[in-house]
């Protein structure tokens, strides 16, 4: 069919709906007036000529009101129009050709959750349908893998609603100090808050936490040992990997032993800096009671070649430059508060460190990380139960701040153990440095929920996202002319359902994303200043006093 034809179809169709309009409207309008059903003695032609261009009364005997005639013509075509409306969002609008689909209402409806996170524990919010409006989330201890750049309100739009939202024991990382009075004004109600900011808080009184503390027997610093020195590489080399595992027999000692002479943190810092000058100090202090630890800490300083000293010694700086700055070492100076306490307590640990501080403290704030997890499944091996209501391990920045080689096992088996992680990415580049290919494809499969922020340039996760939401079949148009005649016809082409271009651009404080087996839906972020609920529960009366009153947490003692 030519364009021309279809026009004529189109002319015809619109001046026979709207011949019947007129017709049936002046009889029901004598009809509904009092006037009975009203006929014409014209022809049909006619009757429809002079009903429209002088009113119902030239054709009609007895004639209806003008008024009712045009007022059932309105009512008419205001039903047509809802009628065909209907008909279009049914059955209409795009073609289902195959292929690849967005999410639509029925996605919305199975991913919706209660506004109340009282009614919802253990659950990682995504943001509001765009069809539903709906609060959109994964199941009870599914975890989360997120890309977003800076300046994609991955902060303020994911990470502190959820912290504030969140009804079990957390540990959150943040990069502003700002942001810790949201988390604390939801947090205080449920437990203790501590802040640990390796660099202080001006006005703000922090919680200590010290590695050493930490590895109270062989076992505890072995841990500690394999966490600090795993976060000592800035990315997966796996020719890295000799040099590291050597590092984390020398560090178990170190931290043992600073932990026996208690010498603290400040005597850790001191034999990492010294190296092979420290090590008859270190093992005589081992050696008495640990002389196995004595023997795994003094063995590599004896047996390697001088460039595989230099290597181990490098590792040992790495950790050794955490602890530099005074401030730093006041932070590591003793712990305030134990696993047991936070699962106990239903606590909150608050991680902060400015983003040029990040990357030097990751191997504190790893080991932190780390020892809260390994606490969870602890408590889960001594129940056979999950933890309940579960950990929420919410890591903003994980590129700079979480160097955990153990995330893909976490991410494998957490659910069960009832640990819930959230880690927010800048983009796939940056998860694939830290872990390697094969190590960051385990994180993404076996995140349940994995989202992509609007601003992102990483030509790898545009390409990543875009492919794994598949491709999709859509109509093309084409014209053509001759003889006078122009024709068009439509046939199906493949293409992506989300090309790269529409990702990068995607609209401001608009987000994908993709749970489990369900197609991806676009989402808008519950940003904590403007969203209701969110407002709502921030604002929520404060709880009665107790009879019993418990010391101060670390932020209830601050003048701020």
């Given at each position: ?17 709207a ?5 049936t ?65 049914s ?11 967005w ?114 027997d ?31 027999g020398?560090?178990k000692g170190?931290?043992?032993a ?39 800490y ?36 003793g ?20 983003p ?13 990380i ?35 080689p ?50 992102c ?48 651009q ?22 904590t200043?403007?969203?209701e ?9 404060v ?18």
């Open positions: 069919m030519d364009d021309s034809t279809l026009l004529a179809a189109i002319g015809f169709g619109f001046l026979v709906v011949s019947t309009v007129v017709l409207a002046a009889p029901l309008a004598g009809l509904v007036t009092g006037h009975g059903w009203v006929s014409s003695t014209k022809g049909v032609p006619e009757t429809i000529l002079l009903t429209v261009t002088r009113g119902p009364a030239a054709a009609y005997d007895p004639a209806p009101p003008t008024w009712a005639f045009w007022l059932v013509v309105v009512l008419f075509l205001a039903i047509l129009i809802v009628a065909v409306v209907f008909l279009l969002r059955f209409g609008g795009k073609k289902n050709l195959g292929g690849a689909q999410g639509g209402v029925k996605t919305e409806k199975e991913l919706a959750v209660d506004p109340d996170p009282v009614n919802r524990p253990d659950q990682i919010t995504a943001g509001r349908g765009q069809l539903t409006k709906k609060i959109l989330a994964a199941e009870p201890n599914i975890s989360a893998t997120v890309f977003g750049p800076p300046g994609s309100v991955k902060t303020t739009g994911l990470v502190l609603g959820n912290a504030a939202e969140w009804r079990g024991p957390l540990v959150v990382t943040t990069v502003k100090a700002a942001d810790l009075d949201v988390i604390y004004e939801s947090r205080r109600h449920l437990g203790p808050v501590y802040v640990v900011a390796p660099a202080g808080l001006p006005g703000r009184k922090t919680a200590r936490w010290s590695p050493v503390d930490y590895a109270k062989p076992k505890s610093a072995d841990r500690m040992a394999e966490w600090l020195a795993n976060a000592s590489a800035s990315g997966h080399d796996p020719r890295a990997a000799p040099w590291i595992d050597q590092a984390r020398i560090l170190l931290l043992l600073a932990n026996m002479s208690g010498g603290g943190i400040r005597s850790f810092r001191e034999w990492l800096a010294l190296g092979k000058d420290g090590v008859e100090h270190v093992k005589a202090i081992l050696e008495p009671v640990y002389p196995e630890v004595a023997l795994d003094s063995r590599p300083w004896v047996t390697l070649h001088e460039d595989g000293i230099g290597s181990i010694q490098f590792t040992l700086n790495v950790i050794a430059s955490v602890y530099r700055d005074e401030e730093v070492r006041a932070t590591a100076s712990t305030d508060f134990t696993v047991e306490q936070l699962l106990d307590k239903n606590a909150t640990v608050c991680l902060v460190a400015a040029s501080d990040a990357e030097r403290y990751a191997p504190l704030l790893t080991a932190i780390a020892s809260i997890i390994h606490g969870a499944e602890q408590r889960y091996n001594q129940t056979g139960k999950p933890v309940s209501p579960g950990l929420g391990v919410l890591v903003d920045e994980a590129g700079n701040m979480l160097r955990y153990q995330l893909p096992g976490v991410l494998t088996t957490g659910r069960g153990m009832g640990i819930t992680v959230l880690t927010v990415w800048h983009d796939l580049s940056q998860l694939r440095t830290r872990f390697g290919h094969d190590a960051a494809n385990t994180i993404l499969s076996a995140s349940g929920l994995r989202m992509l922020l609007p601003g340039g990483d030509p790898e996760t545009l390409r990543h996202f875009s492919g794994i939401y598949g491709r999709t079949y859509v109509e093309r148009t084409t014209t053509s002319t001759g003889r006078g005649q122009s024709s068009s016809s439509t046939t199906p082409v493949e293409a992506d359902l989300a090309p790269i271009h529409e990702l990068m995607l609209a401001k404080f608009t987000a994908i994303a993709q749970y489990s087996n369900l197609p991806p839906v676009k989402v808008d972020m519950r940003i200043w403007r969203d609920d969110l407002l709502a529960w921030l604002a929520r009366p709880p009665g006093p107790s009879l019993t009153k418990s010391a101060p947490t670390a932020l209830e003692a601050s003048d701020v």
